[in-house]
């Protein structure tokens, strides 16, 4: 995706999480986030979008936004939708080549947290609609994106624990025309991306067939919105979990 794209996601994401949390009770528990509140979330995504937009802050000498604590009771989805606020309107004033200060050491670059906020703020928001049961897709732009920053950048900034090496999966989106084959390896996860076509490897011990938006989910280990199609050892899922959890 381009970084308007991008960052449009972070302000539509942003927006309907806000609103999903000012729809709900603090104390609602969070089913897609075990042991977590809808105020525990709520500070997680506050303190999120306070971090970066000060990260794109000290990147462009632009004065630091406000970053108030997090306040009791009901007003927490407001603060939320206020630094998602900010956070978009750095994001706006802040060109994608410009060097920031970021923990990926392949990408030091705004167009880096554009990026990592988009699909942090979809996962999120997702995670607070399930708390009144009124969760929507990811657009299938931005699951596509967001399967491949999980495999290129998420798990890659991960030590391996070195189990079910050996194990392959593929997924298929079924909307998007895309297909991953992932490798767990030793000391890293490979992937391989090409298009859902006659030649998509199918040698591989599990294939997991879906929309973008469920394959995503699928990885993160939510619950999806349409059954997706397990073909094969559906362990393999169960190892790619246990190196990657979010």
Known sequence: MDNASLIESVRTEGQTLAVAIEDAAPDDLVPTCEGWKIADLAVHVGQFCGFWS????????????????????????????????????????????????????????????????????????????????????????????GIDEVLDVLVTSRDRSGRGTGRTMALKGTDVGASWVVALEHDRIAVERGQLDGSTPTDTDVVVSGTASDLELTLYRRPTLSPVDVHGDYTVLEEWHREFTF
């Open 54 to 145: 000060h990260v794109l802050c000290e990147a462009t000498g632009r004065p630091k936004t406000p970053y108030p604590e997090p306040p009791g009771g009901d007003d927490v989805g407001l603060w939320v939708a206020r630094l998602a606020g900010h956070l978009v309107e750095e994001l706006d004033a802040t060109p994608s080549g410009t060097e920031v200060w970021t923990w990926f050491d392949a990408d030091h670059t705004a167009g880096f947290v554009s990026r990592r906020c988009a699909h942090e703020l979809a996962v999120h928001r997702y995670d607070a609609q399930s708390t009144s049961r009124t969760c929507t897709p990811i657009p299938s732009g931005l699951a596509e994106d």
